[in-house]
């Protein structure tokens, strides 16, 4: 991924502008371009039957994001945008849900 893109998704995340449809979206359409592998991008979501709350997902080149949701192709799991908490790409934190206060 071209670092430049990672700065301004960081900057434009951090003045309040992106939510995680739109950070995904940006991720999807650089994916098609060229400039990102899916693969190097993990979700992580709530997850209500695991003992930490939460579980880290790797999409894939065949995962398919829709308005409401991301699918996983390869087992058709259904991932809702409102239970992403984080995004990270390479392991390291790109986008993270704001706590309510």
């Not at 709530?46 to 930490?52: L, Q």
């Not at 080149?61 to 991932?79: A, F, G």
């Amino acid at each position: 991924m071209n670092i430049k893109h990672v700065v301004l998704l960081r900057v434009e995340y951090r003045v309040g502008r992106l939510e995680s449809y739109e950070v995904l979206k940006k991720l999807f359409w650089m994916s098609r371009v060229g400039e990102l592998i899916l693969s190097e991008v993990e979700i992580v979501v709530v997850d209500r039957n695991t003992v930490s709350g939460v579980r880290s997902i790797k999409l894939s080149n065949s995962s398919i994001l829709m308005k409401d949701r991301v699918v996983l192709s390869e087992s058709n799991t259904q991932i809702p945008i409102h239970r992403i908490v984080e995004i990270k790409i390479g392991g390291e934190s790109l986008w993270r849900k704001k706590q309510s206060a």
